[in-house]
């Protein structure tokens, strides 16, 4: 009897009862789907050792596959929810009821805490764009800019677009230090799944036109702190953006691998030590890149062929 490890290297016997399954159609199939499970694992083992409570979603944008820890979990998104602000600004642009070009004069009464560049502008002096501002929001996070934007738009209107993409979860309660909301519970919230989902309906230019999709993406992939861009290599492109209270840290986006694009959000909460939630972030980033990069960059039998 011939070892059917023997027989798999010979077509014509493949077709025999009981070979099929050793000759797929297509080889890098059970190879791919063995790294995704070893993925998957060593995700589940970051969630373990993390002292608090995590969400996770990883959708792959090129085969649709996606892993999941407690997706479905609302989560506090401290300033990972100005993702929903930007797109919604985008949206606004494109029905025409505002442009990206519209002029704002910094105002004093405008200016909060945790607003690095805002605070460092001359009022009734100063004129940014709206489109200036977003950049200020998702570069440094900057509160004051996010304030004016929420403004601009509405938050009725921002809760109205997540609601019309089902994002029943996902909603905008407060503006940026608004402590006294904070305090009655009105938390700016969101699910790993719905997440997920807001960033990748984007992605495939299901809310926004070509031209609008491109510059939301590049607004988003502005340098920042983050730490799951720190999880990446240096020349890695990532639309992101992170958030942090006390006992939460948060980054969300997509990150765009050549051939190979994915999404990520990672969300966590009930901290015990707020660095290891950081810890976390930067070790799953690396993880996933890992996964894709290889993906990317591997022939249908697994060899990876790097430029040179």
Not at 284 to 307: N, Q
Request: hydrophobic share 40%.
């Amino acid at each position: 009897m011939m070892p059917k490890l023997l027989l798999c290297l010979l077509p014509a016997i493949c077709v025999q009862p009981g070979y099929a399954q050793c000759c797929p159609e297509n080889p890098q199939a059970v190879k791919r789907q063995v790294l995704w499970q070893k993925l998957q694992d060593e995700l589940r083992a970051v969630d373990q050792q993390l002292d608090g409570v995590m969400g996770l979603a990883v959708k792959d944008l090129t085969s649709g596959e996606e892993f999941f820890i407690n997706a479905d979990e609302i989560m506090p998104q401290a300033s990972s929810i100005k993702i929903a602000v930007l797109a919604n600004l985008y949206l606004q642009a494109q029905q025409g009821k505002l442009k990206l070009t519209d002029a704002y004069t910094v105002r004093t009464e405008d200016l909060v805490p945790g607003s690095d560049i805002m605070l460092g502008l001359t009022p009734l002096t100063t004129r940014l764009t709206l489109r200036d501002l977003a950049t200020m929001m998702v570069a440094v996070s900057d509160n004051s800019a996010t304030n004016v934007l929420i403004d601009r738009l509405g938050m009725d209107n921002v809760n109205a677009m997540l609601e019309g993409l089902g994002l029943h979860g996902t909603r905008l309660r407060r503006k940026m230090m608004d402590l006294k909301a904070a305090g009655e519970g009105r938390e700016n919230v969101s699910t790993p799944r719905e997440m997920m989902t807001l960033l990748e309906i984007t992605y495939r230019r299901q809310l926004l036109n070509k031209d609008m999709t491109e510059d939301f993406l590049h607004v988003l992939s502005t340098h920042k702190q983050s730490a799951l861009l720190e999880g990446l290599p240096d020349d890695a492109i990532a639309a992101t953006k992170p958030g942090e209270l006390e006992a939460v840290r948060n980054d969300s986006g997509i990150i765009l691998v050549r051939n190979r694009p994915y999404v990520l959000c990672v969300m966590t909460a009930y901290l015990k030590d707020e660095h290891s939630g950081s810890a976390a972030i930067r070790k799953i980033a690396a993880l996933t890149y890992s996964y894709f990069d290889r993906l990317s960059r591997a022939s249908e039998y697994g060899r990876v062929v790097s430029p040179k």
